[in-house]
């Protein structure tokens, strides 16, 4: 049965953004009922919708391309035998995002040598990632990342960009709390070092 508000008239006193969020959610109800009716036209346009931001999530932890590749292919897979699960309560590209970061540490557990340190000193200090994000390009932080070891790498992505708590990341890595906070403190030096070096190197070239 279809919700009763998707057969009103929308009065044209409704603000142009609420239309468009409206038109949207309409939009994306339909994909999710077709594709758990397992209609292939509408797996094939979720997977265009989301396929390059889920790529970049992937990569942002294998640190492969090729890799994750494989990784979101497998996810996508899971998305859509799963697909019942998902009970429209909360966002739907945020039931994919956890889906494709299972399967991203999945993969690493699998084929990567992830000894997370269990060395929980202090850091030096904290260097704030707001002003790494302001000072350099997308796709420059984005390569910073990758470089990152492994271990780093996945607690500051889980942390710092998908947004989980130390406490599920500790749960979803099977390490302390006071482990994963380390990881991020030591993560976010990394990356102000990398930061300080590429100032350092723009700054001797321009002279």
């Not at 790498?153 to 390490?175: C, P, Q, W």
């Given at each position: 049965?279809?919700?009763?508000?998707r057969?009103?008239?929308?009065?044209?006193?409704?603000?142009?953004?609420m239309?468009?969020?409206?038109?949207?959610?309409?939009?994306?109800?339909?994909?999710?009922?077709?594709?758990?009716?397992?209609?292939?036209?509408?797996?094939?346009?979720?997977?265009?919708?989301?396929?390059?931001?889920?790529?970049?999530?992937?990569?942002?932890?294998?640190?492969?391309?090729?890799?994750?590749?494989?990784?979101?292919?497998?996810?996508?897979f899971?998305?859509?035998?799963?697909?019942?699960?998902?009970?429209?309560?909360?966002?739907?590209?945020?039931?994919?995002?956890r889906?494709?970061?299972?399967?991203?540490?999945?993969?690493?557990?699998?084929?990567?040598?992830?000894?997370?340190?269990?060395?929980?000193e202090?850091?030096s200090?904290?260097?704030?990632?707001?002003?790494i994000?302001?000072?350099?390009?997308?796709?420059?932080?984005?390569?910073?990342?990758?470089?990152?070891p492994?271990?780093?790498?996945?607690?500051?992505?889980?942390?710092?960009?998908?947004?989980?708590?130390?406490?599920?990341?500790?749960?979803?890595?099977?390490?302390s709390?006071?482990?994963?906070?380390?990881?991020?403190?030591?993560?976010?030096?990394?990356?102000q070092?990398?930061?300080?070096?590429?100032?350092?190197?723009?700054?001797?070239?321009?002279?």
């Amino acid at each position: 049965m279809q919700p009763k508000w998707r057969k009103l008239h929308l009065p044209d006193t409704i603000p142009n953004p609420m239309r468009l969020l409206l038109q949207k959610s309409s939009t994306e109800e339909q994909l999710i009922k077709d594709c758990k009716a397992g209609k292939s036209k509408a797996q094939r346009a979720l997977y265009e919708k989301y396929a390059s931001r889920m790529l970049a999530l992937c990569f942002r932890y294998t640190g492969n391309q090729p890799e994750a590749e494989d990784v979101m292919m497998n996810a996508f897979f899971k998305v859509f035998t799963k697909i019942e699960q998902f009970q429209s309560q909360g966002s739907f590209e945020g039931w994919i995002r956890r889906i494709m970061v299972n399967e991203s540490l999945s993969h690493i557990r699998k084929h990567k040598n992830m000894s997370v340190e269990v060395d929980i000193e202090k850091a030096s200090r904290q260097p704030d990632i707001a002003k790494i994000e302001e000072n350099i390009a997308a796709s420059d932080l984005e390569e910073m990342i990758s470089q990152l070891p492994i271990g780093y790498r996945t607690v500051f992505n889980m942390y710092a960009i998908e947004g989980y708590s130390h406490k599920e990341i500790s749960e979803m890595l099977d390490i302390s709390e006071s482990t994963s906070k380390s990881q991020l403190s030591r993560a976010r030096i990394h990356l102000q070092k990398k930061l300080l070096t590429m100032d350092e190197n723009a700054v001797n070239y321009n002279r």
